[in-house]
């Protein structure tokens, strides 16, 4: 058997026992260590492989999983969603278990445990009073991480988007960095847990009020991803909420869940049974759960399909007079873009939120807004348009592209190849229209070429 064969039997093996899967650029990371581990049990490497393919091998799991984790986080990592769940989802569990006066949380590949402490902190300063009880329970396959997490010690840079009233309050400063507070230590427990796996305990129905899984659900096939999502809606309870990474979208009408979108974030919330009717918690007015992109054009609508020929011929003036007054959403969306090509920002913006207000879930939209933004040179608030694109389609190439392309200017070089990756997969189906209207001139060729020279580019492997 070639290395290549082999490397290829290793992955297969990986994907059976720990429901990961890799990409072609993983390839040159499994091959090394495919000798690596084969050489520290003094075995062929065909002998390994068969071992490992012959029934479970619990010990040499771990140590795989301890060299293939990725586990660089930090406290509070993406602010938009920690928002939306102490301004959103915390006070309405709150009030539906006013009875109880108990919360449980769940934090899914938990890595090192600033996830897990970011919403024991959370859910801590939210409680109305004393006589409360919150748990968190933090899982992840890697029991080294889950040691320094049960140590509670983190570097200064483990908490760089941690506030400083946070920080002062609920950390220690020592000699090995900031050790978090006894007070919320007691909250947190972590255990060891393979997600490929089943567990009727961990995923005992209607538990957890809040359940965090960020960039997990990418990594895996496709059968453990879907079979993780439907143990953790099983396991909310009515009304709990599911928070999923930027790169993970079940959509916007996923099975037992519905869609919402609060403090430039989604994520997802377990509908109460049709009797339950809680008490309003203030907050801004829900957008519809169903998503929407901008309808296709009618084939007779004339002046818009000579106004998308010009856009093409980047002649934006002369499209411009074409929709003078446009009322449908596509054609105000074709405006948008037009009114951006021809260096009217200001106009696009406007445009664009108008189209958003009327409809939160369009994608198309977002990413109008995100290119606008980008241009004004206000790159974090297009990032975050370009991740709301991305998630309300998991299917739309081009903000995965501009992702990539931010993300490896910025030096980011891991999210840099991920987002690439899948910008690269998605591109030969991407829409004929949407390459028009969001590719900058470059047809989908030219993309796909761009997009691989910015993949290679990074030379980092996940």
């Known amino acids: 058997m070639t290395a290549d064969a082999e490397a290829g039997r290793f992955r297969e093996l990986l994907a059976r026992w720990l429901g990961w899967t890799f990409s ?8 090394p260590l495919l000798v690596e581990r084969a050489h520290v049990h003094r075995m062929s490497r065909g002998e390994y492989l068969n071992r490992l393919a012959a029934r479970p091998w619990n010990t040499e799991m771990t140590e795989l999983i301890e060299h293939l984790s990725i586990t660089e986080t930090y406290f509070f990592r993406h602010g ?9 989802a915390l006070p309405q569990r709150l009030r539906d278990r006013s009875a109880q006066r108990a919360l449980r949380l769940l934090s899914v590949a938990c890595s090192s445990g600033e996830e897990a402490y970011s919403l024991a902190i959370s859910a801590k300063e939210a409680l109305p009073g004393p006589d409360w009880l919150v748990s968190v329970l933090g899982v992840d396959a890697n029991p080294a991480v889950l040691g320094q997490a049960a140590e509670g010690w983190y570097s200064g840079w483990s908490l760089r988007e941690t506030p400083d009233a946070v920080k002062r309050r609920w950390f220690r400063a020592g000699e090995r960095g900031y050790h978090v507070d006894d007070e919320i230590r007691r909250l947190v427990q972590f255990r060891q847990h393979n997600v490929a796996e089943t567990d009727d305990i961990l995923w005992r129905p209607g538990q957890y009020d809040v359940i965090f899984c960020r960039n997990l659900l990418m990594y895996l096939v496709p059968a453990v991803a879907q079979a ?3 143990r953790m809606t099983t396991a909310l ?5 599911l928070f999923l990474g930027h790169t993970d979208s079940l959509g916007a009408d996923p099975a037992g869940l519905e869609l919402r979108q609060t403090h430039e974030a989604f994520y997802y919330r377990r509908p109460l049974p049709s009797a339950i009717v809680p008490p309003p918690v203030p907050r801004p007015t829900p957008v519809p759960v169903r998503p929407a992109r901008t309808d296709p054009p009618p084939a007779t609508d004339d002046g818009y399909q000579k106004a998308v020929v010009l856009l093409g011929d980047e002649r934006f003036a002369d499209a411009l007079a074409l929709l003078p007054d446009p009322r449908q ?4 969306l074709l405006r948008g873009v037009l009114l951006a090509q021809a260096g009217r ?3 696009a913006i406007d445009t664009a939120r108008r189209l958003i207000d009327d409809n939160g879930l369009n994608p198309d939209a977002h990413q109008l807004l995100g290119l606008c933004l980008d241009a004004a040179t206000a790159v974090g608030d297009a990032v975050a348009q370009y991740r709301l694109a991305a998630y309300l ?3 739309f190439a081009l903000p995965r592209l501009r992702l990539g392309q931010l993300a490896r200017r910025g030096g980011d070089e891991r999210t840099a190849a ?10 030969p189906a991407e829409d004929d229209l949407r390459i028009t209207l969001f590719g900058g001139g470059f047809g989908r060729i030219a993309l796909t070429t761009l997009c691989r020279a910015e993949l290679d580019a990074c030379g980092v492997r996940r």
């Open 24 to 31: 072609d650029r993983d390839a040159g990371q499994l091959g």
């Open 80 to 88: 938009e969603q920690f928002k939306a769940l102490r301004e959103e």
């Open 228 to 230: 993780l999502v439907a």
């Open 237 to 241: 309870a009515p009304g709990g909420y």
């Open 329 to 332: 959403p596509h054609e105000r």
């Open 345 to 347: 920002l200001d106009d």
């Open 393 to 395: 389609d998991p299917d």
């Open 418 to 427: 991920t987002e690439l990756e899948r910008a690269l997969a998605l591109l």
